[in-house]
């Protein structure tokens, strides 16, 4: 790891600086306060999750920590002049770092609060154009409002009217105005938590996902293979308030009790490294299938692989994100995936080099992926079997010029590439909202 | 005797509303409710005009029309298209299916009558 003999130097100082007792520290991210010491004195490697613990509670940047103060805020720097499309290089980032270190700070600190807006931007958006909740809100509200107008224009318009045709009427506006009003709470309710982005759960799916982000997608107790650990982690869940997503949740983890028990952690981590990480490999040598073994490479503990499981119809039935390859929350993705290529040879493992838009549309993130599609449910004699598709995604530090990479997006909606031939409507990153 | 409109559309006080409507101005109306049996009323009654609306219970007003225009008995039927949505899209895609015209929801009651007027006399 860069700079990793004196990441432990700048922990120590930072937590100096805080004022924080190294056992206090080491108690509230969950470490041994022994552990923590030997870190700071630069005899443990740090990185991962446990890295990013320790930036967020000592309320710095990770790549601060890990990297020293000047060349991650030059690294950045130069980030966020390619992102926006200015010309400069590293010469000029480090004489702006150099000479205004504060100037530089808000500049990072300014592009860092563009990200995260746009990432809200793009959630919301998001949510208002595929949650199916809103949809069937806005829709009773519409209707109410059309049968209201409707009947009140006969009232008034009517100038010979029956009266048990005026009373009917009379009856209906009243009940349309109930349903009105029931309609409009639901849509305020909804519109409260618009502000909240990213806590607004909608569906069970997404309760199911807040329960595997909860657990870091790894569950200790059932790698372990302790009795009744799925149990455990399932009974009184707060993520899984709905049945829907109880049952997902159960169904999963039993799954994830099947992986555990083919291809147990220390000895998979042990394969892992002999193997370089090849799928195929790994699922020759503990006799699995090759999707257990991606579900199994993104479920280490502080793995950084994202994982998408779609089900033959192609709607994602799980979403581990992974940094600059956003998975829409509603709605379709990008048909070009391998992850829907893979239904169509069922049994083939993909391998693709991805390049995806980043955020600003300005570059690209480079990200390796395996896919594989295979059967889940017999339908019968002579029937096709019911398949899943499941995709492993690696993030890369940069492009591997050594093989092909193929340009794809998250969702048309927010997909720059304007000229993409699989298209399906235009974007509103390219057109404005 | 007086032209026939078939209604199909699910929220009940808009059917009341639509039927006052077209009897007084001289349409015989029948309605249906369901998206999944609607080929079959069509069939049944064979209406001079058809009001349907998109959103139905078990099947889209957009699929029901594709196949009302592949059937040889209603291929030339007036359809007036009802959705609670405005976008261009929902438009695109009723014209597509074949209808001859397109109301969003909430609509005037004048601006309905002038649309199924204009397309019986078409």
Known sequence: MRGHASAGTR???????????????????????????????????????????????????????????????VARLSSVAERFGEEGGAADATEFATRFPAWANLVIRAARRVDDLERSVETLTDRLTHDPHLAATLHEVLSTVTSIRATASILQDTKEIEPEWRDRFHRNINEDAARLTDGAEALVGFL??????????????EEFTNFLSAY??????????????????????????????QAIAERYLACYEDDARKMPLVQFQQAMQVQGGDPLK???????????V?????????????????????????????EGFPVPRFGASCPLWPLFQALSRPMTTLSAQLNLPTRSGVGDSHFHTYATAQPVLSLGYGREPLLEATMLILPQDGPDTSEPAFPVGPSCRVCPRDACAARREPSIMTSGF | MSKTVLLIEDEPNIIEAISFLLSRDGWSVHTHS??????????????????????????????????IRRARDTEQTPVLMLTARGQMKDRELALEAGANTFMTKPFANAEMLDAVRALAGA
């Open chain 1, 11 to 73: 922990i120590r100082e930072r937590r100096i600086a805080k004022g924080l007792r190294q056992a206090t520290l080491a108690a509230e991210i969950g470490i041994s306060a022994s552990y923590l010491n030997l870190i700071e004195h630069n005899r443990r490697r740090i990185g991962g999750k446990l890295l990013q613990a320790l930036a967020q509670r000592l309320e710095v940047e990770s790549s601060l920590l890990s990297e020293g103060a000047e060349q991650a805020v």
């Open chain 1, 192 to 205: 409260d938590g618009v502000d909240d982005a990213q806590s607004e759960v909608s569906s069970p799916q």
């Open chain 1, 216 to 245: 870091g997608w790894h569950f200790p107790a059932i790698e372990a293979q302790r009795s009744g650990a799925a149990d455990s982690y399932l009974k009184g869940a707060p993520q899984l308030s709905s049945s829907s997503a």
């Open chain 1, 282 to 292: 790994l699922a020759q040598e503990f006799s699995v299938d090759t999707a257990g």
């Open chain 1, 294 to 322: 991606l579900r199994r490479i993104a479920t280490l503990p502080d793995s950084t692989a994202g994982l998408i499981v779609c089900d033959a119809s192609g709607t994602l039935v799980l979403r581990k994100p992974v």
């Open chain 2, 34 to 67: 369901n998206g999944l049996t609607a080929l079959d009323a069509v069939a049944e009654r064979q209406p001079d005009l058809i009001v349907l609306d998109v959103m139905l219970p078990g099947r889209s007003g957009y699929e029901i029309l594709k196949d």
